[in-house]
């Protein structure tokens, strides 16, 4: 079992949609959750960073996290034709050196 | 802020030859640079972890002698692939996060084709 699960996908929606992105993970001990977005052929882009079990809001992305249940989602209201790409959850413990782990990624298809 | 960039976004080489990828923090010190390779509808791996000023930590399964990393500043780390063959070729990604704070911002990454 991978320590970090996400499904690949695709997500379609159609535009205006929430979409709803989600991860799961086996390891207590992570302290510090991210979402980025990762055009085709092109570096991550950090999207929500979190720390605490809650929610978290910035424009169009809410960023949740529950620790009990080791459980986190993203949401993207308002969906755009741009928002097409693949989503990365990752995780990391600050005595790990930050080291990153990652989900496998969810594609999604915002369609006009 | 919080800008990476890389160079080259793209490089073709030979078989047998050595490339040289740079990975730079614009706009802010970058104490630990990390470096993956990410192949076709896969995620992210984790190569190596470099400190400024220190040796870099590989991963489990990366050869030290095949892809030498270097962090001899806050704001650059270079990569070398030495003697390339077609199985490096690859999506080579760099990451790096500042003292004060957790995020790792990325940089748009590099395509290494080894013919």
């Known amino acids: 079992q991978k320590e970090v699960e996400q499904d690949p996908g695709p997500l379609s929606v159609p535009e205006g949609a929430i979409v709803s992105l989600n991860c799961t993970y086996s390891?207590?001990?992570?302290?510090?959750f991210m979402w980025y977005r990762q055009y085709s052929r092109k570096g991550p882009e950090l999207l929500m960073y979190?720390?605490?079990?809650g929610n978290k809001e910035d424009g169009r992305f809410t960023a949740q996290v529950d620790k009990s249940s080791k459980y986190i989602s993203l949401f993207i209201r308002d969906s755009q034709p741009s928002d097409s790409a693949t989503y990365l959850c990752?995780?990391?413990?600050?005595?790990?050196?930050?080291?990153?782990?990652f989900g496998g990624g969810t594609r999604v298809l915002v369609k006009p | 802020g919080a800008v990476v960039s890389q160079h080259p976004s793209w490089v073709i080489c030979k078989s047998g030859t050595s490339v040289k990828i740079e990975c730079r923090s614009l706009?802010?010190?970058?104490?630990?640079m990390f470096w993956y390779r990410q192949f076709p509808k896969q995620s992210l791996m984790l190569m190596a972890t470099?400190?400024?000023?220190?040796?870099?930590?590989?991963e489990q399964g990366v050869e030290k002698d095949k892809f030498l990393i270097n962090h001899a500043s806050l704001t650059l780390s270079t990569l070398t692939v030495t003697s390339a063959h077609p199985e490096d070729s690859s999506f080579y990604i760099c990451?790096?996060?500042?003292?004060?704070?957790?995020?790792?911002?990325f940089g748009p990454g590099t395509r290494l084709t080894v013919l």
């Open positions: 990451s790096a996060r500042s003292g004060g704070r957790d995020e790792q911002f």
């Open positions: 979190t720390y605490s079990s």
């Open positions: 706009d802010f010190q970058a104490t630990t």
């Open positions: 990752a995780m990391s413990v600050r005595a790990a050196g930050n080291k990153l782990t």
């Open positions: 470099s400190n400024e000023g220190s040796k870099a930590t590989y």
């Open positions: 390891n207590s001990a992570f302290q510090y």
